[in-house]
């Protein structure tokens, strides 16, 4: 990892918006042709997966495990504009616990809105049943890289209610979303940081084109993964640092929990280039 991430760091605004908020922006955190080179590789997964699966080109769909399927998005794991940002928030214990992609086409013309709960949600499943306190712990986080235009309504943009990740209760909607709610615009290119206990949910795709985008979920390394992730075929090719992220624990088992220097090379670079203190917890 490149000395030049840490200009990248987490900053105190960001750092206070996402305790105060659960989510931030970063906005052109990957270039428009990095940009072109993940929507490239993402066609052909989409293609692969829709003809493999039977499913309709418009049909919205979600790819788990997609960071296994192309050396692009492999690029994005130790992103010098967004890592920096993560193991700010969760400290060097952690790795990529979880990828996902979903992709929204346009909604067929004359289709209806589906309403009810309007699917507000958080992420990680039984977590969210079994952890007994309010707040819950973090444990994780998602970075969303827009790979499409977000930047107006009507793009199945993403919805949050801020703040809501201090809380167990989902929110009440009666068919409409709860007061406080925010239409996150994000462009191509951007990046949006959100806690995964913050309440959120998607919405139609109303515009000409699709919407797609990948999700990179980082979590504390003794969390177990949310997905298959199928990433051995990269471990012979990638730095310690990014095969400690893809899960890699040189000591076995016990590595995750009580892990050695070799199992986090994270922690070693941090101490190297911001002293001890930066790695005391």
Request: a negative charge; one cysteine or more.
């Amino acid at each position: 990892m490149d000395i030049s991430s840490l200009q990248h760091s987490l900053t105190e605004a960001e750092r206070a918006a996402f305790d105060r908020d659960g989510y931030f922006v970063v906005r052109n955190a990957i270039s428009p042709e990095t940009v072109a080179r993940l929507n490239t590789a993402l066609d052909r997964v989409e293609t692969e997966y829709r003809a493999a699966n039977g499913v309709e080109p418009h049909t919205a769909i979600n790819i788990l495990d997609f960071i296994g399927k192309d050396d692009a998005f492999l690029e994005l794991l130790d992103c010098p504009t967004t890592l920096p940002k993560v193991w700010g928030i969760l400290g060097w214990n952690i790795q990529l616990y979880h990828s996902h992609t979903i992709i929204t086409p346009p909604r067929p013309e004359g289709a209806a809105t589906k309403m009810g709960t309007l699917n507000w949600h958080q992420d990680s499943g039984r977590l969210n049943r079994e952890l007994e306190t309010t707040p819950q712990p973090r444990i994780s986080l998602k970075v969303a890289f827009f790979l499409t235009d977000t930047t107006e309504p009507g793009r199945a943009n993403l919805y949050v209610l801020p703040g809501s990740h201090t809380t167990n209760t989902q929110p009440v909607t009666n068919g409409h979303d709860p007061e406080g709610t925010e239409i996150v615009r994000a462009g191509p290119g951007d990046a949006v940081f959100f806690d995964r206990r913050i309440w959120h949910r998607s919405s139609a795709n109303t515009w000409t084109g699709p919407r797609k985008v990948l999700f990179y979920g980082y979590s504390y390394r003794w969390l177990r993964p949310r997905d298959d992730m199928t990433v051995a075929h990269y471990f012979e090719r990638c730095d310690p640092i990014q095969r400690q992220l893809l899960g890699y624990s040189p000591s076995g088992g016990h590595g995750y929990s009580s892990p050695r220097d070799e199992d986090v090379p994270l922690r070693g670079w941090i101490r190297e280039h911001l002293g001890e203190e930066a790695v005391m917890a």
